[in-house]
């Protein structure tokens, strides 16, 4: 069947679904109203399975203290500079603490505890919290904020259309929100986890665009991300794995006494540069060759959007 007639799981409209694919036990829907793709069936698997999944409990561990690249647009745009900002989905603070040097009044939720504790004590974040957007919206009122940010976020959730009319709430007259989600323009072998139970849904400026008209925000600027080769040299070191990868970084950290060993302290400090060398010599080429045919095709990594709270959501 390459189509029905149905809710949507995004916009809740009856509306006609046109398949996509299926992964597992999902199957992929594109809405014909709202243009957004969602998984059937269209379920969040709570915050136990990612404090289990080693692409987020490890990052408590291991502090990003530097800004990603969905980040540096916000950082770049600056928007409503001096006011509060919720980042929802906040990790472990990498973006909060860049916001705060930039003048901001920073707050954020993840449900991730451990996260939070590290973003506590590894960056002094203070106003940063381990509740759900529910929650947080009943902790500060209506109209509390300036800015809210959602990086990385609104794929995972089975409700984005209630989240972002609650973020339109929380925010005051004038207040805008920035978000990035993955570009459904990217392929597979880019973006192996682009799947459920991890994402939920899949976006293009049109979907994003829609979405955002019909919870009470107007777009101000609306980027696709573009592959970067750099990208391209991370996904061949991971891809060879094994072969050519020895986790000389995590066999030189120190640990333990051996902190107290100032010449091995030295040789970790300068080993991640030595590795990046090395996959820059090893895999170059080949990712400058792939490079060259994702910019041909037109593929896009994300998207990145900044949006106004300036009209009334509609039904």
Same mark, same amino acid.
């Given at each position: 069947m390459n189509q029905k007639e149905t809710t949507c799981g995004i916009c809740h409209r009856q509306t006609i679904l046109f398949y996509k694919e299926t992964h597992q036990s999902h199957?992929?829907?594109?809405?014909?109203l709202c243009s957004g793709q969602f998984w059937d069936p269209m379920k969040n698997p709570g915050s136990e399975w990612y404090e289990k999944d080693e692409r987020y409990s490890s990052r408590n561990q291991n502090l990003r203290a530097k800004p990603e690249r969905n980040h540096r647009e916000f950082l770049s745009d600056l928007p409503r500079v001096g006011g509060k900002v919720l980042d929802i989905g906040m990790g472990t603070g990498n973006f909060l603490s860049a916001a705060k040097a930039s003048g901001y009044d920073c707050y954020g939720i993840d449900f991730d505890r451990d996260a939070i504790a590290?973003? $506590?004590?590894g960056l002094g974040l203070s106003n940063v919290y381990p509740?759900?957007?529910?929650?947080?919206s009943q902790k500060f009122g209506s109209g509390f904020f300036n800015v809210v940010t959602l990086f990385e976020v609104l794929e995972h959730l089975e409700n984005?259309?209630?989240?972002l009319r609650l973020i339109n709430d929380l925010l005051n007259e004038k207040g805008v929100v920035a978000i990035s989600v993955p570009h459904r323009n990217c392929p597979a072998y880019l973006k192996p986890h682009d799947l459920p139970p991890r994402h939920l849904t899949r976006w293009n400026e049109a979907s994003l665009t829609k979405i955002l008209n019909r919870c009470g925000f107007a777009v101000i600027r609306l980027k696709a991300l573009k592959i970067p080769l750099s990208y391209l040299i991370t996904k061949?070191?991971?891809?060879? $794995?094994?072969?050519?990868?020895?986790?000389l970084v995590k066999k030189m950290t120190p640990t333990g006494p051996a902190k107290k060993n100032i010449l091995r302290k030295v040789i970790y400090g300068i080993l991640p540069t030595v590795a990046r060398a090395k996959d820059w010599l090893l895999f170059g080429l080949p990712?400058?060759?792939l490079w060259i045919?994702?910019?041909l095709r037109g593929y896009r990594l994300g998207l990145y959007v900044l949006a106004e709270r300036n009209k009334t959501a509609t039904k």
């Open positions: 199957t992929l829907w594109e809405c014909s590290a973003a $506590r004590t509740l759900s957007l529910a929650a947080a984005p259309e209630d989240v061949f070191h991971f891809w060879s $794995r094994g072969v050519t990868s020895f986790n990712a400058f060759v045919y994702v910019l």
